[in-house]
């Protein structure tokens, strides 16, 4: 899968998110969790609304949905940590892969001898 550069993913386009398997399964996973709450849950007043009637009754749902989805996100070798994985750059990727192992050519404040 060709990496995408930074500047190029939105959240707003859709249908390029879809094109990355990875995140395709990500969004079934969250689809499902999705199922699970009511469907009331998801719409909040906008605009100058926003303030009045709020109703609290469901924020235990809200809170139990927003912990699955971050569970589901932060899955050691999930869909959307591959996803993620697969949109840096070879370069960036080699970066955070020496940064992971610990800098193998040497620390300069470790490769002096000071004693």
Known sequence: MMP???NAI?????DMLMENEYYKKYY??????K?????????RPQGANQSLNHDYNNHHLWKQ???EIC???HEKEGWYQ???WDTYSESDKALMEQKARGNQKGNRLTDFNYY
Not at 10 to 14: H, I, L, Y
Not at 28 to 33: D, F, G, L, S, V
Not at 35 to 43: A, F, V
């Open 4 to 6: 995408y550069s930074k």
């Open 10 to 14: 939105s959240s707003k386009n859709e």
């Open 28 to 33: 079934e996973q969250k689809q499902k969790i």
């Open 35 to 43: 199922e699970r709450y009511p469907t009331d849950l998801w719409y």
């Open 65 to 67: 949905y927003i912990k």
């Open 71 to 73: 569970d589901l996100m």
């Open 82 to 84: 591959k996803f993620v």
